[in-house]
């Protein structure tokens, strides 16, 4: 992308996100809802979404923290063995995706899955298949922490295998491994964070200890980052912008024992766009990022929203409503000029 | 070592300590002073210890803070490539040792080396070499985090072949190449830390972050830990323990920007007692590993300090003078039950 003073993208849609609940739901909900026309929303509350009411209650509170921004929630459902083809199928108007966390992985996810037989999870999954419903997916081990997302590719592949018209979203990849899984099965998908783009170890350990930077899967390898760079700026038709955006109250993140997650929602769209003009990579390429391929591989149709950015300096505020946003205070290149609805 | 209600070890010594200065001195240099007959006392204060003047005038400054106890300070100076022979010689009798740093690596490290020219270092490492003053050093490049200490094997090869007289102590090592360099020049030695003998990456980073366990060189792979593990167990004769003890105010561990650093020195010999049983290794080669093997690379006579342990359970305090001691607040199997001098 040639330096521009100005950016139109259409339609974009964040394919990860947590909007958590309660009062920080009020405090974040709009960082998304104001310049993302939608986004896939994840089930890990406490309790973890997983029954229709659930799902229908909860649409119905991040609807209602929004306001007047036009914005839609692709509710999940929080994936369990259990589930049977009628309880699908009576939530399938309800839900975009089911996502499974390894048990214990990452924030909220103790009710998970533990183990991984193809045989435990057939029923489920063959009905997701036959309802044509994604499965995203946790992909990591309990292993070494530089380890487990590698070492869970051969799950993805098994998993892949045994079930070909499933759409399996690798969630959040970190890895080379994983970009390399994306060409070997034709439903193996992924998102990409902004901030895995970015940062590598170094980042979050190699100077000092950065928790605003450490998340999960944490950010690994040089050479994993120019993998991932590489899909994403190409566009991979199979690759799409999920920010993993995790808020946490600063105390949680800025103490002894700091929780999982970073905060990229009201920041994301800035620096995408500053990271594809660095690199030299073409706003078509940027415009199917961030909803172009979602729209593909998801089938859905976002609303219709045009974020215009612009050329101009943006200082990252300390907070906001108390939660740190990734590169607080720091000055990135690009600007939110204009959000127009419809 | 087979399960024993009674450890004596005599004569512990602490090859690589940081003692810091001012007030931080007045409240931690007994936790080492009390239970170690004595320690290599890091230079890198601010400004970094680089004459006679400022050694002299730093061990007084310890003496004074230390008070009654019996211990034995042995100085280094901050390495600088200008030494020349006659500077190195007026010093000779005040210092036990020189601390090279590359340039930037860790605290207070910014007067340090940067490339690592051999001719340039000759004259400086040549006169060394003559005065019999051993070269510690702090062996990491300015790589990704993970293959810093790794990278700077060849550094460390290249001056071992440079200078086959000079002593050269790989500092805190925490990674197989490096044990794996061990034997392959007579005039390398190594000290390791007991963090690095407990964890890996993992216990930094693969649950919540933990500050207090964030240290340069970073925690690394499991296999690295253990061929630590393997020759700090069996005692091998080119390695020491150097506990690399560094204290920080618990504001600068517990806050965004953490400062890198565990402090251990004084439950240092209580881990070490536990991880030797635990492993099954014996009784002479912790005596060993905390003293012997230093007595015979260094060619030093410590100060006689009978230090007993008994196997009863210790609740680490939640810090010492302020400072956060590593395992805060977590009990461990051995205790320090008397200390007798002389």
Not at 140 to 159: C, H, K, P, Q, W
Not at 210 to 234: G, N, T, W
């Amino acid at each position: 992308m040639p330096s521009t003073n100005q950016v139109i993208l259409n339609a974009p849609l964040d394919m990860h996100l947590h909007l958590r609940d309660g009062e920080m739901l009020d405090n974040i909900v709009n960082g998304s809802a104001h310049t993302f026309s939608g986004a896939i929303i994840m089930p890990n509350l406490v309790p973890p979404v997983t029954t229709k009411e659930a799902v229908i209650a909860y649409k119905e509170r991040i609807m209602h923290a929004i306001g007047d921004e036009k914005f839609t929630p692709y509710m999940t459902l929080f994936f369990k063995p259990s589930y049977d083809k009628a309880f699908l199928e009576s939530v399938r108007d309800d839900i975009t995706a089911l996502k499974l966390y390894p048990a214990g992985i990452t924030t909220n996810s103790e009710g998970g899955v533990s183990g991984f037989d193809v045989e435990e999870l057939r029923p489920a999954l063959s009905a997701m298949s036959e309802l044509n419903l994604p499965l995203c997916v946790h992909g990591e081990t309990n292993g070494f922490v530089m380890d487990r997302e590698a070492e869970f590719v051969s799950i993805y592949e098994e998993l892949a295998a045994a079930f070909p018209d499933l759409k399996i979203i690798m969630e959040h990849i970190t890895t080379k491994e994983s970009v390399a899984a994306l060409d070997k099965f034709k439903n193996l998908y992924a998102t990409i964070t902004i901030h895995h783009l970015l940062i590598t170890l170094d980042d979050v350990a190699g100077g000092m200890l950065q928790p605003h930077l450490f998340c999960k899967p944490i950010a690994k390898r040089p050479e994993d980052r120019e993998a991932l760079l590489k899909v994403a700026l190409a566009a991979h038709p199979k690759v799409m912008f999920g920010s993993d955006s995790a808020p946490h109250p600063k105390h949680a993140k800025e103490s002894c024992g700091c929780a999982a997650g970073v905060f990229t929602a009201p920041v994301a769209l800035q620096l995408l766009t500053e990271l594809f003009e660095k690199n030299d990579a073409s706003l078509e390429n940027l415009q199917a990022f961030v909803s172009g391929n979602a729209q593909h591989i998801y089938g859905v149709t976002p609303l219709s929203k045009t974020v215009t950015l612009e050329k101009k300096p943006f200082k990252i505020p300390s907070d906001y409503n108390g939660v740190v946003p990734m590169y607080a205070n720091e000055e990135i290149a690009y600007s939110i000029q204009e959000v127009k609805n419809g």
